[in-house]
């Protein structure tokens, strides 16, 4: 299939432009890194493709596969995929520093799911024979495998995972239409899983530094615990209305951040730092508006910035002394914080429009025209912000410090739904 590309450049002439990630280079210039712009797509026979288009102009197109997703590795450049030997599924790896296929799974059941974990090097998958649910953790580099001790279900849940910064221990949120099918630890290294009681509602964990204490948030409970490897509590705390939208974010080793209503029915969440060594509670100047369930948030990957949004505006404040850094009236399901925690996009679908938030100098762009929800990935260095619109196939390459995209290009790729960045054979 021939990929027609269609490209609007907003550089001088005299600036030699990269067309998938709108890169200038001097001549004779090394490069470290190639850039690669990654797109799925349906094909016409409703199979799933992928098309990527590097640094020299080259369009490439992977073969079709039943089912694929965006990769998840750190830098983007390994991709996931469902192929058909005969009539057996396998897992299938793509990897773009080399463009080689890696067989994962030669007989692979059925695609339930495949997540990488933050190490960029394993694999949560969960295995489905006979309409049960197995699990394991699968190593790419070296094909290990650890199967690991959950019962089995006969469905097929929604999973939350939170990994311990170590790598090692895992928080495994199975549900199902709201309902917690299973709560457990995960040792990734024995494969052992340990039960965990807990009401069922939006369950969130933060691990801290040492890897060695879980803060498990259960919204239904509105109860914060803390936890250790083996699943002992080690400290608890009900409250009267705790905020299911974000999880507890540790301040220090000693601390954590949450929020909680001092009483339902309150206008606003406040929030507290709790020590649990002590069992105190104290109120910080962070408050936060809206509705337990309608509000979306994240944390800036430092940990010194916090994204709000409910009741109809976005916020972002610093959590140190609760100062609005920004604020914008908008309604938006989700938002991107780039690597260096300073800059943050956000997509208002009411109006079409995308706000970038640079929390540094405390200035707001928007750049609107995005008619459909964009998918946003920043490249690893930082430098570019990449932005799909899926109703028009067209992707734009922002710079944080420019107003207006460094490039848009326009892929005629039938059903085109997704692209991402990856910086390969660097």
Not at 208 to 220: F, I, M, P
Not at 355 to 370: C, M, N, S, V
Request: glycine residues 8%; proline residues 8%.
């Amino acid at each position: 299939m021939m990929t027609r590309l269609m490209l609007r450049l907003m550089l001088p002439a005299a600036v030699v432009c990269l067309l998938a990630v709108g890169v200038s280079l001097a001549a004779g210039a090394t490069r470290a890194h190639v850039p690669v712009a990654v797109f799925l797509h349906v094909t016409p026979g409703t199979d799933l493709g992928v098309t990527w288009v590097d640094s020299a102009l080259h369009t490439r197109y992977a073969r079709t596969f039943t089912s694929a997703r965006l990769p998840d590795s750190i830098d983007n450049c390994r991709l996931l995929f469902v192929g058909m030997q005969g009539v057996q599924p396998q897992l299938v790896g793509l990897d773009l520093h080399t463009q080689a296929y890696q067989t994962y799974l030669p007989r692979y059941t059925s695609f339930s799911e495949a997540l990488w974990l933050p190490d960029a090097e394993r694999l949560w998958v969960r295995l489905t024979r006979r309409r049960i649910s197995h699990y394991l953790l699968l190593n790419t580099q070296t094909a290990a495998r650890v199967e690991i001790a959950m019962p089995p279900l006969d469905t097929q849940p929604s999973t939350y995972t939170a990994w311990s910064p170590d790598g090692r221990y895992g928080l495994v949120y199975l549900q199902i239409m709201g309902s917690a099918a299973y709560v457990g630890l995960v040792d990734s290294h024995t494969g052992s899983a340990i039960p965990l009681t807990a009401a069922g509602g939006m369950l969130l964990g933060a691990w801290s530094e040492d890897s060695q204490r879980l803060a498990l948030q259960d919204s239904r409970a509105s109860s914060i615990t803390l936890l250790n490897p083996a699943g002992e509590v080690l400290a608890q705390r009900t409250l009267p209305d705790v905020l299911d939208a974000l999880p507890p974010l540790w301040l220090n080793a000693h601390e954590l951040l949450l929020f909680a209503r001092p009483q339902p029915g309150d206008p606003a969440f406040i929030g507290y730092r709790w020590s649990p060594a002590e069992d105190r509670l104290q109120p910080t100047a962070l408050r936060l508006p809206g509705e337990r369930g309608e509000g979306t948030g994240s944390y800036a990957p430092d940990g010194t910035r916090l994204y709000y949004n409910a009741a109809g505006q976005s916020i972002i404040v610093n959590v140190a002394d609760g100062r609005r850094l920004s604020a914008v009236e908008s309604r938006s399901y989700r938002a991107v914080w780039s690597p260096d925690s300073r800059y943050l996009v956000e997509y208002a679908p009411d109006s079409g429009t995308l706000f970038l938030h640079d929390t540094a100098a405390e200035r707001l762009t928007r750049l609107p025209g995005w008619r459909t929800y964009p998918v946003g990935h920043w490249s690893p260095d930082q430098r570019y912000l990449i932005v799909f619109d899926r109703s028009t196939g067209t992707l734009g390459l922002i710079q944080p410090d420019s107003p207006q995209p460094v490039a848009q290009m326009t892929l005629r790729l039938p059903g085109a739904y997704s692209a991402a960045l990856c910086y390969a054979g660097g």
